[in-house]
């Protein structure tokens, strides 16, 4: 394994090269996905990932970053556990939170280092989030593992976290991608799998409201492609294309969770977790402002985001399972990709 670090004005830029011909930049900041490269059915390396080449950009935004304390939108940007209530930013709508708010893990530097392994590398960062910040309580230290495998086009994140006394925790990452490689194709055109029986409704504020049995247009359990039925109302209601909480059948690391495959160039990913629940978000709100690969401006529809993690709005909802960690349960998750070509 090639492990190269280079740094710039904003973060350190930790590079993986496996034996396979898959290329994982990472950075401390947010502890990251910058990049992934991986060899399509031609044995041609290309990039799979979408985000913004313009660093400024990069570090103001969600990309390929951790998201925490919370992934999602919390209703009333509150939450009690025990009778202690936390008040969080409100930066949704100006009503809820979203994404742990303005000083959530995407924005903070990670320590890191580097554990060198025979069948993997891993890059593990960490982040002490104190008591008070972004209104949640209670010190938590998190750690987020990348573990690239050598020989095969694989790699893991592993989510930790330990706190000193019972609270919220829901972490996920925020990567953007697209199997057609270089993103010469819109992922309308790829095939896309989800084990969801259950799907989200959402409101008008994109909180899920409640958990309905998935109808036509979000069931991804027979692979179809993205753009069969992102242009339907349903869909495009409040959200204008996917942006919803899916529910798996099943779970577990060993259980397909989702997978995203292009006909053109042949890359599929499949995506297995610990995790109850995926967000799929279709990268609604491009406007063609922004470069995310040479020359390439972002579009509506270039990406999809499979944001692994808890309900978003679970402690109201499922406060069974939602993420609640104290100084006697920690925190452990974990999501596997792997690349194959089909």
């Not at 960490?126 to 008591?131: A, E, G, M």
Request: aromatic share 12%; with cysteine.
């Amino acid at each position: 394994m090639k492990v190269t670090v280079t740094k710039n004005k904003y973060y350190n830029l930790i590079t993986f090269e496996n034996s396979g011909g898959m290329t994982v930049c990472l950075t401390d900041l947010g502890a990251a996905i910058r990049e992934v490269k991986v060899p399509d059915k031609n044995g041609e390396v290309k990039t799979v990932t979408l985000c913004p080449t313009d660093d400024k950009i990069f570090v103001a935004g969600y990309h390929g970053k951790t998201i925490g304390r919370t992934s999602g939108r919390i209703n009333g940007a509150t939450f009690s556990i025990d009778g202690k209530t936390a008040v969080l930013e409100k930066n949704n709508y100006g009503r809820d939170n979203l994404h742990g708010g303005a000083t959530g893990l995407h924005a903070q530097k990670f320590s890191y280092k580097i554990n060198e392994g025979e069948k993997y590398t891993e890059a593990e960062f960490t982040y002490l989030s104190k008591d008070g910040e972004g209104g949640y309580f209670g010190n938590v230290k998190i750690t987020v593992i990348y573990r690239i495998y050598e020989g095969q086009n694989r790699f893991g994140i592993i989510f930790k976290g330990v706190a000193d006394e019972k609270t919220l925790l829901n972490l996920t990452n925020h990567v953007y991608w697209n199997m057609g490689g270089n993103l010469t194709e819109n992922v309308k055109e790829q095939t896309l799998f989800i084990n969801a029986s259950h799907v989200g409704k959402l409101n008008e504020r994109l909180i899920s409201e409640e958990v309905i049995a998935v109808p036509a247009e979000f069931d991804f359990r027979k692979p179809h492609k993205i753009g069969d039925f992102a242009e339907a109302e349903n869909v495009q209601r409040h959200t204008t294309g996917y942006d919803h909480p899916f529910f798996f059948a099943e779970s577990g690391a060993d259980k397909l969770a989702c997978a995203l495959q292009s006909e053109k160039s042949g890359i599929r990913l499949e995506v297995r977790t610990t995790y109850p629940c995926v967000v799929l978000y279709t990268d609604n709100y491009a406007d063609g402002s922004v470069e995310v690969y040479k020359d390439r401006l972002d579009e509506k529809y270039l990406a999809a985001c499979l944001e692994c993690q808890y309900h978003p709005d679970g402690v109201h909802q499922t406060p069974e399972k939602c993420g609640i960690i104290s100084s006697e349960k920690d925190y452990y998750e974990e999501v596997d990709y792997r690349f194959v070509i089909a």
